[in-house]
């Protein structure tokens, strides 16, 4: 099982002159350094206009958005993501640079786990392909509704304080807990301490330099193996055409074989049959001559010639041993 680790990060935004400035990055009305011009991005929940998206849920809860307490907060901004190999395993098939089944589900993770979380509050959700790692930015407006006054209020620290930052690093990556193949963690010791966007960027292109250190690391073993493959293969090439060579020849030799045995006996039977031809027609030729040159003095007992030859195999005289040596 590979080991991941989950990424997200909290900003406030205290002025709208600051959130248009978020609205500008993320939807990407002007122009971003790291941001592939070619990649677009895809607003998951609300508009292109972050400012009008957080006014109108203020309104909506019975807050004049122009009457923010000095110093206030309006609303929050969370950048979430998975450690950067997350979205390059296995085939690169979404725009030539991710991996596209891991990008989905995480998308598909982060904004059912924003939702369950902070529910309406989430006025604004962006999911950004273009720059190195995939990753989503979220705005969050830290409404909520006071018992005692049945009224709503703005109150970022109810969400966004310390123990509710940690718990969010713990939720965050329990949310990632069924994927297959992947044990998500987290750094639990600075899951507590608030880190701004630039700071999450930084780690972000750190891990990248740390990853594609081991890239290049890897893509050598990869070349070696692959030259090592290429040898092989020419070996095996090489003893395929020898082994067809050999499977030839012994074809060759398997049926000279089947053959030679039939052929030398059958030749052997036609030797031996003619050697007894031979001999009968030389036989039955003195007999005849014998009857026409001696017809009146055959005996009785010179019926014997009539007879053909018997002819006995002598038995083979037992093999001696040899005398030892002296």
Known sequence: MREIHSIIRIEKVKTYGQLAAKNNHNHRLIDVPNADANT????LIGSSDIVDDVK?????KGINPHKIRKNGVICNEIV???SPDFFIDNKLDLRGKFNKKNTVEFVNIVKKFLIDTYGDNLVNLVIHLDETTPHLHAIIVPVYEDVASGSFKLAAKRFFDRPQLQLLQKRYCAAFRYLKGYQVTYQEKSSAKHKDIKTFYSEINHTKLDFESELIEKEKI????RDERTRLRREVTHYQVVLS???KYAKKVEEALAYFPEQFTQNIVQMITKIIC???VKYDDRVIEL?????????PEDKR???????KLQPLSPLRKPKPRP
């Open 40 to 43: 677009d991005i895809k607003c």
């Open 245 to 247: 060579k050999v499977k």
């Open 80 to 82: 979430a993501t998975l």
């Open 56 to 60: 109108q849920h203020l309104v909506s």
């Open 291 to 299: 009857k026409v040159d001696h017809s009146d003095n055959v005996q």
């Open 305 to 311: 010639i009539e007879d053909k030859p018997q002819r």
């Open 278 to 280: 031979v001999g009968d």
């Open 222 to 225: 990869i070349s070696r193996l």
